[in-house]
């Protein structure tokens, strides 16, 4: 063997030990740097004492010591790095500190922004309380065009992109404000629904920028729709204590601070916390391990057991569906769970990866909703002449049907890949192009519904 | 003869830091001169000794500095501080009190002492 040969596969083989090593939560990437300088100088020692290369690597492999061991020795000493640290800017290196503070600065502002934008329409008379449609219909933008541009300016975009999104946004206020809806009619209540639907899209094509043509693109969207929701959550609880405290004090001395909640604090902190949460996520996205894909192996399998118990009761029973108004929405929920469940095991998997056990479980879960729902729309179907086809009813039926096909179309890709005939990028593939539909639905909606049912 | 694992880890701190008050220097060197001075007595598992670095870095008895090796990688080199070397020389003290009390004993019971030369430096 040729001499750059042999050094082609030292390299190979430092890598797939570098790659092990940072595989260890308490070994840090500097750690392993210094690790693997110590392996190289071992190496080199080693040769220039007369070994071969690939004895010199086993040599220098096995003197560096028991990963494990070494790892818990890591871990006694940099116990913190188990509990990855909070805030991002905390890395070691200099410059990435300076960005990560910037950042944390530019999204601080448009969280203030956002807030100031939430609060404009009183300066022209409207009351959060008595215009309450007006600030439902708008509420996504409000808020969604800082989203957006916080990642454009974070990741920058083509003057093509920009334009695209300012008319996304443009048209969106136009369509929520040019019809004269009903105060608290269902129109309104649609729109106030769908809009932000729509417009999260438009937020996802400046999250990915040019990687939003891509699979990769899209996904990374999705993990990032799936973190936020989380975030978002998460800081509404502690907004909610730090409120119970707040009402708590200043009502022991007598002042009522409710107005000041109602009127400052729950709609700023809501809008603001959009910002906040989608900075967080950036920040953390590989210090810690996505929350998503860990809920959804916790519940898919509960979700599969409660489906086809549900299945198996009505068979076994032959009990019908009481059929009442709400039960097309309900099923909705129902596979937007089921979508939402398939959706993050799939951000999470490995495209490599051999089918397993998991993968049987999603198609269960997947197949078992199919026949659910069908059970409701066949049920549905017979009635719906009789019930008439509200505005309501037509955009639930859509949305049914919308999730209807995209699991339909999981459920055959996903066992053609158990089966060995198709691949898993297939199946991401298709969940990726999927995503524009929903938002187009939702676009549907809230343009041509008025047009079509009326502004009731 | 192989020292007793205990007996290596409790001494490391001092010999690191000695090593280092000579010079300032990296993990892989650090680790040559252990075996030098100990003529190869003192094994380490090479990975062990980082953590051990790390912890006295740490404690601020030595600063670690990214460098640039002679044969151009990122190295990571260690340097002793003030607090180091107040450090070390309290760890001297202990040390010789341990030696002195042992010597004590040893000459009570009077045993022969080890055969064979302590130090076999520069063979």
């Known amino acids: 063997m040729s001499a750059p040969d042999n050094a082609v596969r030292i390299e190979q083989q430092i890598d797939q030990w570098r790659s092990y090593l940072r595989r260890r939560q308490a070994i ?144 969106a206020a136009l369509f929520a404000n040019v019809y004269p809806l009903a105060t608290g009619g ?63 004090l200043f009502t022991s001395i007598g002042i009522d601070p409710e107005p000041f909640f109602e009127r400052w604090m729950l709609p700023c902190g809501a809008v603001g916390a959009v910002l906040i949460g989608a900075w967080l996520v950036e920040a953390k996205q590989s210090v810690i391990e996505n929350m998503a894909p860990v809920l959804t192996r916790l519940f898919t399998p509960l979700f599969v057991l409660v489906l086809l118990a549900f299945l198996a009761t009505m068979a076994w029973t032959g009990r019908g569906l009481d059929i009442q108004r709400e039960l097309l929405i309900a099923f909705d929920l129902l596979l937007v769970v089921v979508v939402g469940l398939l959706l993050y095991s799939i951000s999470a998997r490995d495209p490599q990866q051999p089918a397993g056990a998991f993968d049987v479980l999603q198609v269960v879960l997947v197949i078992a909703a199919l026949l659910v729902d069908a059970v409701a ?64 639905w939702a676009a549907v909606v809230v343009i041509a519904f008025p047009l079509l049912f009326g502004y009731g | 003869m192989d020292l007793n694992k205990d007996l290596v880890a409790a001494s490391s701190t001092s ?16 680790l040559k001169r252990v075996r030098e001075l100990s003529a190869g007595r003192m094994e380490w598992t090479d990975g062990m000794l980082y953590p051990v670095l790390h912890r006295l870095e740490r404690l601020g ?46 000459s009570a019971l009077s045993l022969p002492p080890p055969v064979g030369p302590l130090v076999s430096q520069g063979t």
Request: overall charge neutral; aromatic content about 12%; hydrophobic content about 50%.
């Open chain 1, 28 to 171: 840090a990437s500097v750690d392993v740097e210094e690790l693997e300088d110590h392996l190289r100088e071992q190496i080199s020692a080693l040769g220039s004492a007369g070994l071969g290369d690939d004895e010199a690597f086993l040599i220098a492999v096995k003197r560096i010591g028991n990963l494990d061991k070494l790892s818990r020795e890591f871990a006694r000493e940099h116990s913190e790095r188990l509990w990855k640290q909070l805030v991002a800017t905390s890395d070691s290196s200099g410059e990435r500190s300076v960005r990560g503070r910037r950042e944390a600065v530019v999204a601080f502002g448009l969280a203030i922004l956002a807030a100031l934008a939430i609060k404009l329409p009183e300066l022209f008379g409207l009351q959060l309380n008595a215009d309450a449609g007006f600030y439902a219909r708008n509420l996504g933008l409000f808020v969604l065009p800082f989203l957006a541009g916080y990642f454009v300016w974070k990741r920058g975009a083509q003057p093509s992109t920009l334009l695209w999104l300012a008319a996304a946004f443009v048209a």
């Open chain 1, 186 to 248: 269902t129109q309104e209540a649609l729109t106030a629904i769908h809009l932000p639907i729509a417009l999260w899209l438009v937020v996802g094509v400046a999250y990915a920028g040019v990687r939003w043509s891509e699979v990769g693109g899209r996904m990374d969207f999705v993990r990032f729709s799936g973190e936020h929701f989380i975030y978002y959550v998460l800081i509404a609880l502690g907004g909610g204590v730090l409120t119970g405290f707040m009402v708590a």
């Open chain 1, 377 to 440: 729309l066949w049920a549905i179907a017979a009635r719906i002449s009789e019930f008439g086809f509200t505005p309501n009813r037509v955009a639930a039926l859509g949305e049914n049907l919308i999730l209807l096909v995209n699991l339909a179309g999981s459920a055959v890709l996903y066992v053609s890949f158990l089966r060995g005939h198709g691949t898993f990028t297939a199946l991401e593939r298709w969940q990726t192009s999927y995503l524009p539909v929903y938002a187009a």
């Open chain 2, 15 to 30: 010999l690191v830091l000695a090593i280092l008050a000579q010079e300032e220097s990296y993990g892989y060197a650090i």
């Open chain 2, 61 to 106: 008895y030595i600063e670690a500095q990214w460098g640039v090796s002679e044969c151009g990688r990122r190295r990571k080199y260690y340097a002793i501080t003030a607090r180091g070397r107040t450090q070390l020389v309290e760890e001297r003290k202990q040390w010789q009190a341990v030696d002195e009390t042992l010597r004590g004993v040893w």
